[in-house]
């Protein structure tokens, strides 16, 4: 009993101690302890708990929260201004901007790219398959069905392709990575522009629906003779099959983070002011280039209602884009080239609380 | 206190009155059934404002389609079209296939607990049951995908074909995945429940009746059915609605198992999908107000075929029992 009464005595002087310890700097500095949440992609997920975490260990006054609750969700809360910051894997439409306030109310920060692996199982089949645009999108048009079509073997000389049927699995669930991969198809078949269409969910013409990365791989590990497509970051931690895609320069290129970086860098040129753009279907001479690529943006407002909370997030989405990038290379993530950094940061400079720019015109260090 | 309580209680009942004290029974009776009363309300007006809210949210879908979207196949999201024909098929097709293989089979394990098996037999297996109605029902989808599926794609599927291909419900290629799989997974997910409660029912059977029965020399056959099975009729009839309910709802297993191909063919072989799966797999993503729309208009749907249904099994049991109103 005793000793217990001593211990605590000593516990709440820890305590006070502890207590003094973290109230004295929060009070002197001038940026108090500030919480960011935000919501939004899953894509996006891995690389912002890495990074924000990194940052979170050089700036221990800052703090973000986020929620990986799906693109669309992460547009609805930030219209509904429950959250700071929005991430997207597919820009807003102008639905979505109406419904935000206007084109001029939100901005668009690309943070991150990534590149969508066309997956199949074909156990026969060493080497990579090598497909172009067309044929892609004749095998998921349903027109091409067994592995051995004319299409298919004169883009693989000399590998010996089996007469197994084509069984395509497609996403159930909306997802950014079938928007990437139907804008693709979009820009090289006429047919699919017009049959089908892009975006976060279609209408397939044929195919087993699966919900989530892992139901599609699953599917296709299971059925011999299957295709689909899943982020890259997916395929290369489960050592997936993947094709080499046929890019405009006329190089069959695996997909990779480098390919993505590629893609980026040769659209940079035609990026709207707005930074709206998908770019999946680039075309450049560069041979790098792997086409089926695709940004994703952070989503905030123009006009920030609270000044700290705003200056803390244009620093924190300034880091990103800058130092943080370093911070997707192990997770698969392609870091934005430097024509794409530089729009992106002038576009951070135009976000503004009570009239004042919040970002500093110098870029961040 | 308890002491003086039964002393003034048995006073007031000599008198032939009850004790007059703030906290008299009657106010004590009062203050409960008022309370449950207000439970029970409040069930009702959850019910109601669950109901008025898809009914508010689906405003814009109702206005953009009508009538019609409950009879159209489309279902294009980026041109803006859609109809729920295929998932409401969908959904009722795999849970009455389900309850068509789970009723017998559940009703059968009861009574082979409650009137064959072995006393110590009873306890485990009865608590084995419970626990597999306890299992999250990912892992049921897991196991399905895993497990299930390729078991029906190589062998259930091609049996069928063989011996009962001439029927247009087992045609069609063989993808494994599908309605077949999507029923079978939930006819093992609602057993538990069919079973549970139907064995609960058979146990509540007066011991006097069934002793009466076989005193007049009723085999055990003429005992479970004459005497068990029409006085346990309508509570089995209720573990079948609660296993329809459940097979009705169930989104994540189906979801992983079924295709999610929206369509509508005869064979149990085809891809298909279900509203509870298309609104787990679309909410997150749905980019337009229209498309958000839709899917409330798919959840007030699910909704109302879920009573439509309950109220037909429940007709049905009337129809069956003529004494269940007195129950």
Same mark, same amino acid.
């Given at each position: 009993?005793?000793?217990?009464?001593?211990?605590?005595?000593?516990?709440?002087?820890?305590?006070?101690?502890? +207590?003094?310890?973290?109230?004295?700097?929060?009070?002197?500095?001038?940026?108090?302890?500030?919480?960011?949440?935000?919501?939004?992609?899953?894509?996006?997920?891995?690389?912002?708990?890495?990074?924000?975490?990194?940052?979170?260990?050089?700036?221990?006054?800052?703090?973000?929260?986020?929620?990986?609750?799906?693109?669309?969700?992460?547009?609805?809360?930030?219209?509904?201004?429950?959250?700071?910051?929005?991430?997207?894997?597919?820009?807003?439409?102008?639905?979505?901007?109406?419904?935000?306030?206007?084109?001029?109310?939100?901005?668009?920060?690309?943070?991150?790219?990534?590149?969508?692996?066309?997956?199949?199982?074909?156990?026969?089949?060493?080497?990579?398959?090598?497909?172009?645009?067309?044929?892609?999108?004749?095998?998921?048009? /349903?027109?091409?069905?067994?592995?051995?079509?004319?299409?298919?073997?004169?883009?693989?000389?000399?590998?010996?392709?089996?007469?197994?049927?084509?069984?395509?699995?497609?996403?159930?669930?909306?997802?950014?990575?079938?928007?990437?991969?139907?804008?693709?198809?979009?820009?090289?078949?006429?047919?699919?522009?017009?049959?089908?269409?892009?975006?976060?969910?279609?209408?397939?013409?044929?195919?087993?629906?699966?919900?989530?990365?892992?139901?599609?791989? /699953?599917?296709?590990?299971?059925?011999?003779?299957?295709?689909?497509?899943?982020?890259?970051?997916?395929?290369?931690?489960?050592?997936?099959?993947?094709?080499?895609?046929?890019?405009?320069?006329?190089?069959?290129?695996?997909?990779?983070?480098? /390919?993505?970086?590629?893609?980026?860098?040769?659209?940079?040129?035609?990026?709207?002011?707005?930074?709206?753009?998908?770019?999946?279907?680039?075309?450049?001479?560069?041979?790098?280039?792997?086409?089926?690529?695709?940004?994703?943006?952070?989503?905030?407002?123009?006009?920030?209602?609270?000044?700290?909370?705003?200056?803390?997030?244009?620093?924190?989405?300034?880091?990103?884009?800058?130092?943080?990038?370093?911070?997707?290379?192990?997770?698969?993530?392609?870091?934005?080239?430097?024509?794409?950094?530089?729009?992106?940061?002038?576009?951070?400079?135009?976000?503004?609380?009570?009239?004042?720019?919040?970002?500093?015109?110098?870029?961040?260090? | 206190?308890?002491?003086?309580?039964?002393?003034?209680?048995?006073?007031?009942?000599?008198?032939?009155?009850?004790?007059?004290?703030?906290?008299?029974?009657?106010?004590?009776?009062?203050?409960?059934?008022?309370?449950?009363?207000?439970?029970?309300?409040?069930?009702?007006?959850?019910?109601?404002?669950?109901?008025?809210?898809?009914?508010?949210?689906?405003?814009?879908?109702?206005?953009?389609?009508?009538?019609?979207?409950?009879?159209?196949?489309?279902?294009?999201?980026?041109?803006?079209?859609?109809?729920?024909?295929?998932?409401?098929?969908?959904?009722?097709?795999?849970?009455?296939?389900?309850?068509?293989?789970?009723?017998?089979?559940?009703?059968?394990?009861?009574?082979?607990?409650?009137?064959?098996?072995?006393?110590?037999?009873?306890?485990?297996?009865?608590?084995?049951?419970?626990?597999?109605?306890?299992?999250?029902?990912?892992?049921?989808?897991?196991?399905?995908?895993?497990?299930?599926?390729?078991?029906?794609?190589?062998?259930?599927?091609?049996?069928?074909?063989?011996?009962?291909?001439?029927?247009?419900?087992?045609?069609?290629?063989?993808?494994?995945?599908?309605?077949?799989?999507?029923?079978?997974?939930?006819?093992?997910?609602?057993?538990?429940?069919?079973?549970?409660?139907?064995?609960?029912?058979?146990?509540?059977?007066?011991?006097?009746?069934?002793?009466?029965?076989?005193?007049?020399?009723?085999?055990?056959?003429?005992?479970?059915?004459?005497?068990? +099975?029409?006085?346990?009729?309508?509570?089995?009839?209720?573990?079948?609605?609660?296993?329809?309910?459940?097979?009705?709802?169930?989104?994540?297993?189906?979801?992983?198992?079924?295709?999610?191909?929206?369509?509508?063919?005869?064979?149990?072989?085809?891809?298909?999908?279900?509203?509870?799966?298309?609104?787990?797999?679309?909410?997150?993503?749905?980019?337009?107000?229209?498309?958000?729309?839709?899917?409330?208009?798919?959840?007030?749907?699910?909704?109302?075929?879920?009573?439509?249904?309950? +109220?037909?099994?429940?007709?049905?049991?009337?129809? +069956?029992?003529?004494?269940?109103?007195?129950?």
């Amino acid at each position: 009993m005793v000793r217990r009464v001593i211990s605590w005595w000593r516990l709440s002087g820890l305590l006070v101690l502890a +207590l003094t310890a973290v109230l004295n700097p929060a009070v002197a500095s001038a940026q108090r302890n500030v919480t960011l949440t935000g919501a939004g992609s899953s894509f996006d997920n891995p690389l912002f708990t890495k990074a924000f975490s990194e940052y979170t260990k050089q700036h221990s006054d800052v703090r973000v929260n986020y929620q990986s609750v799906g693109s669309g969700a992460g547009i609805k809360q930030l219209t509904e201004k429950t959250v700071d910051f929005g991430a997207t894997d597919a820009p807003m439409n102008d639905e979505q901007l109406k419904a935000a306030g206007g084109a001029d109310a939100v901005v668009h920060i690309p943070v991150t790219l990534g590149a969508v692996a066309i997956t199949y199982n074909l156990p026969s089949v060493k080497e990579p398959l090598k497909l172009d645009g067309e044929t892609v999108a004749g095998i998921f048009l /349903g027109e091409i069905t067994k592995w051995n079509d004319d299409k298919i073997t004169a883009l693989n000389p000399g590998v010996d392709l089996p007469g197994t049927d084509i069984a395509v699995v497609t996403r159930s669930d909306g997802s950014g990575t079938t928007n990437i991969f139907t804008t693709y198809l979009a820009s090289v078949s006429e047919t699919w522009k017009s049959k089908v269409g892009a975006g976060t969910s279609v209408k397939w013409p044929v195919g087993i629906g699966a919900k989530g990365s892992e139901g599609v791989a /699953g599917q296709v590990k299971q059925l011999e003779g299957a295709v689909t497509y899943v982020e890259l970051s997916y395929a290369s931690q489960n050592q997936l099959a993947t094709a080499q895609i046929k890019n405009s320069a006329g190089t069959f290129v695996a997909p990779s983070a480098a /390919g993505a970086t590629a893609c980026a860098n040769a659209a940079a040129q035609t990026m709207p002011d707005d930074l709206r753009i998908m770019i999946a279907g680039c075309a450049g001479d560069d041979p790098a280039i792997y086409p089926v690529s695709g940004f994703s943006w952070v989503v905030l407002y123009t006009d920030q209602k609270d000044a700290t909370k705003g200056q803390a997030l244009v620093t924190v989405l300034d880091w990103l884009i800058h130092d943080g990038q370093q911070y997707g290379a192990d997770l698969d993530y392609a870091p934005l080239p430097g024509s794409v950094v530089a729009k992106a940061t002038a576009k951070l400079q135009t976000v503004t609380a009570n009239g004042r720019p919040l970002l500093a015109a110098s870029p961040a260090a | 206190m308890l002491d003086t309580f039964v002393t003034t209680l048995a006073e007031a009942q000599r008198a032939g009155r009850r004790p007059r004290r703030w906290w008299s029974p009657r106010l004590a009776d009062r203050v409960f059934a008022g309370a449950v009363a207000a439970f029970a309300a409040a069930i009702v007006l959850l019910t109601v404002l669950i109901a008025w809210e898809l009914w508010r949210g689906s405003a814009a879908a109702r206005h953009a389609f009508g009538f019609g979207f409950i009879t159209s196949t489309q279902w294009d999201p980026v041109a803006g079209v859609f109809g729920a024909a295929p998932f409401i098929y969908g959904t009722v097709v795999t849970a009455i296939v389900a309850l068509l293989l789970a009723g017998p089979i559940g009703i059968g394990a009861a009574i082979f607990l409650t009137e064959l098996a072995p006393r110590a037999a009873r306890g485990p297996v009865g608590f084995l049951v419970e626990m597999l109605a306890a299992i999250p029902s990912v892992i049921y989808g897991l196991w399905a995908l895993f497990v299930l599926v390729p078991v029906v794609r190589t062998h259930l599927q091609p049996f069928l074909a063989e011996n009962l291909g001439f029927l247009p419900l087992f045609s069609g290629p063989k993808y494994g995945v599908g309605l077949l799989s999507a029923a079978l997974v939930l006819t093992v997910m609602i057993l538990p429940t069919v079973t549970a409660i139907s064995q609960s029912v058979l146990a509540a059977v007066p011991r006097g009746q069934r002793e009466a029965a076989h005193a007049l020399a009723a085999t055990r056959w003429e005992v479970i059915t004459g005497v068990s +099975l029409p006085f346990a009729r309508s509570g089995i009839a209720g573990a079948l609605i609660l296993g329809l309910g459940r097979a009705l709802g169930e989104t994540m297993a189906v979801t992983m198992v079924i295709g999610n191909r929206p369509g509508i063919s005869p064979s149990l072989f085809a891809l298909g999908d279900t509203m509870a799966s298309v609104i787990a797999n679309q909410f997150n993503e749905a980019d337009s107000a229209l498309f958000t729309s839709v899917l409330v208009e798919i959840a007030l749907l699910l909704f109302v075929v879920t009573v439509l249904l309950n +109220l037909g099994a429940r007709l049905l049991v009337w129809r +069956l029992t003529p004494h269940a109103g007195k129950r």
